[in-house]
């Protein structure tokens, strides 16, 4: 496959593609039809989890569930770091993280810049959900056993590290990080979202670290979504 300014390369023993002005990577999602929202299945699997009770109340968010297809698409192996960010904004500075292989935490100003710089899109949540999914329809792509925090990541520093986290799909830290998404944020999937609701944003288990057993963990489903209402965190697709 070609794509423009794109090099092929392959990043561990996965194919890949790097922007070669930015250096991000990007991996191939596949096309496919999935079932998109929380599943009865999903919901019988979170009562096995005593702190699981905030996601069934809120389940009429992630439903009713419909049949989705999706196009093939590229998509960030992860979201984008402080160091790609200065890329597009050479003076940007994050004000929750000093450390440049940190996920940028983007907000006002600074996340308005970069959405008009950026020369890719951001995901529909369709796309998000299903690259989360990367095939499976467990709670999350290991199963459905809450993840360790140690099973997130929000640095990319330590390729050992960031191919643990990888999915199927050869995406690493799905739903780690709070990641904005291109649609706007409607309460459940029967009813259109309104044109000047919040976006919509998905994940962010890491963002909430240290965790409190709160069921933090639950932000890390593939089914899970909130809107946007401080920072973000952006994992581009082509």
């Keep these: 496959m ?12 996965r194919p890949a593609w790097r922007h070669d002005a930015s250096g991000v990577l990007f991996r191939r999602v596949p096309g496919g039809t999935y ?15 005593a702190d699981a009770s905030v996601m ?33 904004l050479p003076d940007y500075e994050d004000d929750y993280v000093d450390d440049d292989d940190a996920a940028a935490h983007l907000e006002d100003e600074w996340l308005d810049a970069l ?3 950026l020369p890719f899109r ?11 999914r990367a095939g499976t329809t467990t709670l999350t792509w290991r199963g459905d056993e809450a993840p360790t925090e140690e ?8 390729e050992a590290e960031v191919a643990a986290t990888e999915n199927p799909f050869g995406l690493a830290a799905m739903g780690s990080l709070t990641e904005r998404c291109a649609d706007r944020y409607g309460i459940g999937y029967a009813e259109p979202a309104p ?10 288990a890491a963002d ?21 209402d401080m920072f973000t965190s952006i994992r581009p697709v082509i």
């Design 2 to 13: 070609v794509f423009d300014g794109l090099t092929e390369t392959a990043v561990a023993g």
């Design 35 to 49: 079932q998109m929202g929380l599943s009865d299945a999903e919901m019988a699997a979170l009562s096995a989890h």
């Design 56 to 88: 069934l109340d809120d389940a009429h968010r992630m439903r009713p569930i419909r049949t989705v297809t999706v196009e093939p698409f590229l998509m960030a192996r992860h979201p984008l770091t402080v160091a790609q960010v200065r890329h597009w």
């Design 115 to 117: 959405l008009e710089a």
């Design 122 to 132: 951001l995901p529909s949540e369709a796309e998000w959900e299903y690259a989360a």
């Design 151 to 158: 099973q997130l990541l929000d640095r990319f520093g330590v």
């Design 195 to 204: 044109a000047d609701g919040p976006p919509v944003v998905r994940g962010g």
């Design 208 to 228: 909430a670290s240290p965790w409190q057993g709160c069921g933090e963990w639950l932000l890390a489903l593939p089914a899970s979504r909130g809107w946007q």
